[in-house]
């Protein structure tokens, strides 16, 4: 099994701080931030930092002047975090079919006219700059057209 290097729901909440934030925090600072947001106690949001510190999605330097204190640096964009955390959800759900994952999405979504024209012009965005050829995509671009 490979180790997990994406936030855990509750690890997203801390990063959701971090991003908004864009600059290094301490654990201080962020256990002051969530509390508005979130029932976590501040042992809590300390084993978090830690966790996302050990996948690799926040970084720290120690203090200068006091080596008790960690400024935590973000290392992975919410943007990558999401991506990663999509390829997961549909090789784990969609056995790594991505088209059978957007369609069950698009299904199960009650989107308005003007949702529909959204995505339809960002399908036509990725036609264009061909996302389903890239170097990246083509092992998935087989297994879609595989599983129909």
């Known amino acids: 099994m490979e180790k997990e290097t994406t936030p855990s729901q509750s690890e997203w909440l ?3 701080i971090f ?3 864009n600059t290094s925090m301490t654990a201080k600072e962020v256990i002051k931030k969530i509390q508005d947001k979130a029932d976590m106690s501040p042992r809590m949001v300390r084993v978090l930092i830690n966790r996302l510190c050990q996948k690799g999605v926040l970084s720290y330097t120690v203090d200068e002047h006091d080596l008790r204190v960690y400024h935590y640096s973000v290392m992975k964009s919410k943007e990558e975090c999401q991506k990663e955390k999509s390829r997961k959800f549909v090789d784990s759900y969609f056995e790594g079919s991505r088209k059978n994952a957007m369609a069950a999405l ?3 979504a009650d989107l308005t006219q003007e949702q529909f024209q959204e995505l339809e012009e960002i399908l036509g965005k990725c036609r264009e700059e061909g996302h389903s050829i890239s170097a990246g995509t083509k092992k998935n671009a087989e297994k879609d057209s595989d599983k129909g």
Do not use: P, R, T, V
Request: no cysteine; hydrophobic share 55%.
């Open 14 to 16: 801390i990063m959701e």
């Open 19 to 21: 991003w908004a934030n």
């Open 106 to 108: 698009l299904q199960s």
